[in-house]
């Protein structure tokens, strides 16, 4: 159905929302690629290439991934103490290894499900309200209110390691990112805040280029964090969590005075009323009738395809991300050091990737996006294959090398959804798909979890086949 988006848009029937007069339609999707939605005098108008959320993408991937990477290795440490066994706990900073290492992961592996567990509920029933919200009252609250959950859960992350918790305490830093919404809701926010200033024909390589800002972001925090822990002579968790809280802090500040609203008159509106307006069900039902009503056409059928690839493409993220770490620690002994090493070359790998495929494989050769982003699947699909098949840690480079090429996959499918609904709209279409991310590690978290801790003794590269497995499924679907 993808394939046949661009053909089948200029005839389908827009929701009840939108105007039922075919020569209207193709008109008003005439006029969103050439002109920008009248989005108040204070929002950004590029005529040119300009940055505009780039940079909050950059510094909010670096601040929330700066101490991101360790909290898998304080629970390592903390784990093993909690246990009692009869180990050098503190050397898990940084060696790998040993029978009663595996003890710990099973441990440490329940814990990051019931963690992942509590930072996505509350998102998935919120994203059903935050983004026909934002269509009225702005964007820049969604991407403010999860930098906020993000700056507590360091201050919580700081007091868990001051006062020396149990492990299961960990599960308290949780709760701020659970209520405030997270990634999903920020990236919502942000995508949107795209949408309303840049005409359609240029979303595919701003995309890219976005999605090159967070990768490099995240890659510069994973690195930066992992680097001072290991020259911090004590003190180091401590140390890395609050310049994480100041980072998210920072980012907060360079939204609210370099980030203009985007949404026409959305300063007129109380706090109360805003607060009101978020829990107005009948946005809900708005937001399902807009995105999903009947109409001619295949319109609604590709946004249907588009939200479940979204879902298994979140699911395979989220479950390999969690145990990634664990199993090159099982699988090559990589201590935190190597890890790091490998995840600075995944994330070059993955932004090279991207924008050799925007800017090669879809500007200059004019490829259609739906077989892009078909083959982008596939190549994810092997990618993880020769992950989780692999008997040397190059495997891992190979891995990431062929899934990095994949990740053109990703622009492209926001810019497909973006095709199959006028601007003023697109913020109902992102929520569904944010609600199903949000949901998305409720079913990654138990199901890659239980995958691993069963097969961690037998074949713990299964999860990387299970990867595999749904990205192909994402290919098919959309072929």
Request: hydrophobic letters at 45%; charged letters at 15%; a neutral charge.
């Amino acid at each position: 159905m993808a394939l046949l988006v661009h053909s089948e848009m200029e005839t389908a029937v827009l929701p009840q929302s939108s105007t039922s007069d075919p020569v209207d339609i193709l008109d008003e999707y005439k006029s969103r690629e050439n002109t920008i939605m009248d989005a108040g005098p204070e929002c950004p108008q590029p005529r040119r290439f300009r940055l505009t959320i780039e940079p909050v993408l950059f510094l909010a991937m670096f601040g929330t991934n700066f101490s991101g990477v360790l909290v898998t290795n304080l629970l390592l440490v903390r784990s093993c103490e909690h246990m009692d066994l009869k180990i050098n706990c503190s050397s898990m900073d940084t060696e790998s290894g040993g029978p009663e290492e595996k003890m710990v992961q099973s441990y440490v592996t329940t814990l990051n499900m019931y963690k992942l567990l509590i930072e996505s509920l509350v998102p998935a029933i919120l994203a059903f309200f935050i983004g026909p919200w934002s269509d009225t009252y702005g964007r820049r609250p969604l991407m403010m209110a999860p930098l906020i959950g993000y700056g507590l859960n360091n201050i919580l992350l700081v007091a868990f390691v001051w006062f020396n918790m149990p492990p299961m305490f960990i599960l308290l830093a949780s709760i701020p990112l659970g209520a405030l919404g997270g990634y999903s809701i920020f990236f919502t926010g942000a995508f949107c805040y795209l949408n309303d200033i840049l005409p359609l024909k240029a979303l595919p390589v701003r995309l890219a280029i976005a999605e090159a800002f967070l990768f490099t972001g995240l890659q510069c925090g994973i690195t930066a964090g992992s680097y001072l822990f290991s020259v911090i002579p004590s003190h180091g968790y401590e140390i890395i969590f609050f310049i994480g809280f100041c980072c998210c802090f920072l980012t907060i500040l360079y939204v609210i005075f370099f980030v203009p609203e985007s949404i026409a008159d959305a300063k007129q509106h109380s706090t109360k009323e805003r607060l009101k307006a978020m829990c107005d069900w009948k946005q809900a039902a708005d937001l399902f009738r807009v995105c999903f009503g009947r109409h001619d056409g295949y319109c609604r059928s590709t946004r249907l395809i588009l939200v479940v690839v979204s879902l298994l493409s979140i699911i395979t993220l989220e479950g390999t991300i969690a145990i990634s770490l664990l199993y090159t620690r099982t699988k090559f002994s990589w201590d935190l050091q190597q890890y790091t090493n490998y995840t600075n070359a995944a994330f070059s790998l993955a932004v090279a990737g991207t924008l050799f495929g925007i800017f090669v494989l879809s500007k200059l050769c004019k490829l259609p996006n739906g077989p892009l982003t078909c083959l982008g699947f596939f190549l994810k699909a092997v990618g993880y294959a020769v992950a989780g098949l692999g008997k040397s840690g190059w495997c891992m480079y190979l891995s990431s090398a062929i899934v990095g090429l994949g990740g053109l996959a990703d622009p492209l499918q926001k810019a497909m959804m973006s095709e199959t609904l006028p601007k003023n709209d697109i913020g109902k279409l992102y929520s569904i798909t944010s609600a199903f991310k949000s949901a998305a590690p409720l079913m990654a978290g138990p199901s890659y979890s239980t995958l691993y801790v069963s097969t961690l003794n037998s074949f713990p590269g299964a999860v990387f086949l299970l990867s595999a497995a749904l990205s192909t499924l994402s290919g098919i679907l959309l072929g």
